[in-house]
Each structure stands twice: as C-alpha cells, then as structure tokens.
T-cell receptor
Framework: GENVEQHPSTLSVQEGDSAVIKCTYS??????FPWYKQELGKRPQLIID???NVGEKKDQRIAVTLNKTAKHFSLHITETQPEDSAVYFC????????????WGAGTKLIIKP | DSGVTQTPKHLITATGQRVTLRCSPR?????VYWYQQSLDQGLQFLIQ???????AKGNILERFSAQQFPDLHSELNLSSLELGDSALYFC?????????????FGQGTRLTVV
C-alpha cells in the first residue's frame, strides 16, 4: 500500500540552530502535504502545508519544500526555540473521493538550551 | 480550542469489554476522521466519514466500528477489547472531504485497557 517515510525519528539540535525533517512518499498522485506539530499531551495541529503546484512555502521561521520528481518533501525550522520541542508529523494526501492522509511515523524534535 | 469535542477524555476498562467514543466536529464540518495513537507512536488512520457516509477506511480492526449521525457527530465503537487497544484515540474534522484542507483535531480520548 501507499506509505510515507519520515526521517529522522529523533532530532536533537542546539537552540538557535536549524532543524530539517524529511519525508518521502510513494503515491505519485499525492498533491497535498501538510505538517502537524504535536506537543506533549496535546492534539496535533497544522503548522504549514504545501500543494503540488508550488515548490516551497514559508511562514516566518518554518518552511516546507517539495520535490515532486523525487517524491519527497521537507520541513525546515530556522532559529529554533525551546517551544519548537514537539513531535512533528508529515502526511501526504490526494484530492479524490477516497481521501485519506497517509502519515509519517513522526519526528521527535528536542531543542537543547 | 479546535472546536472538535471528544468525550470522554479518559476511559479505563477491562479486557473483553466494549466502549463507545464520541466526537462532535466543528460547526459546519462534514468530514470526521478517527485516528489511533499508541504510546510514542505515530497516527494510524482508522476511518473517515463524510456527511453520514463512510468514505475511506484505514487499518481499522473488525472489532472496531464507527458511524456518523445526521447531526454529524460520530461514534467509534471498540469491542472485545484487548490490552493492545490501549491508546489515544483522536477525532478530527474538516469542512469538506479533506481535499487540500486542514483537519482540526480534538483533544483525544485516552483509553486504558486493564
């Protein structure tokens, strides 16, 4: 079946440094790629998403890049802060009648002071 | 607050029992999704409903079933519970089928099977 691979499973960076999380998807028909952040004990929340008609999207310190040819997309967080510590999930989906997001396994991001 | 309400927040039950988890989507959202998150694990998609009809199915066990009612709230029924069913169950909703739109998650129901 379709799947999304996410790496790394755990990422530890120094406060102020950048963090990059990568996902690879298998369904070439995927055209929607959201990223969700889940803080400890809380619900996942959308932080940024990208659609297949663009290659990059930025929102302040976070950005997502998409390479449709290679079927991978990445989340970039710059100038990391302690509040960025969380689990980040990528997902891939397509807009058809049998819609479901295929989720990555998650990356635990640890920001070291 | 996402606007998605899940009840109960916590549930402790014994193996072999049956439980029902309830979800009220955001006002106006027609799509409801159910996810299972085991300890330190990712999100496993279970099932999606749209305006009362089942639209997509993921890795949902035969012991589990769900439905969406005319008022758009949804229930997830878990039966013949096993220890391995202990997990956080999330409901999410979106305004439409979810094509390129954000899904809003509830706070989850933590199920503990003892």
């Amino acid at each position: 079946g379709e799947n999304v691979e996410q790496h790394p499973s755990t990422l530890s960076v120094q406060e102020g440094d950048s963090a990059v999380i990568k996902c690879t998807y298998s369904d070439s028909a995927s055209n929607y790629f959201p990223w969700y952040k889940q803080e400890l004990g809380k619900r996942p929340q959308l932080i940024i998403d990208i659609r297949s008609n663009v290659g990059e999207k930025k929102d302040q310190r976070i950005a997502v890049t998409l390479n449709k040819t290679a079927k991978h997309f990445s989340l970039h967080i710059t100038e990391t802060q302690p509040e960025d510590s969380a689990v980040y999930f990528c997902a891939a989906g397509r807009g058809d009648s049998n819609y479901q997001l295929i989720w990555g396994a998650g990356t635990k991001l640890i920001i070291k002071p | 607050d996402s606007g998605v309400t899940q009840t109960p927040k916590h549930l402790i039950t014994a193996t072999g029992q049956r439980v029902t988890l309830r979800c009220s989507p955001r006002s106006g959202d027609l799509s409801v999704y159910w996810y299972q998150q085991s300890l330190d694990q990712g999100l496993q998609f279970l099932i999606q409903y749209y305006n009362g009809e089942e639209r997509a199915k993921g890795n949902i066990l035969e012991r589990f079933s769900a439905q969406q009612f005319p008022d758009l709230h949804s229930e997830l029924n878990l039966s013949s519970l096993e220890l391995g069913d202990s997990a956080l169950y999330f409901c999410a909703s979106s305004v439409d089928l979810g094509r390129n739109t954000e899904a809003f998650f509830g706070q989850g129901t933590r199920l503990t099977v003892v």
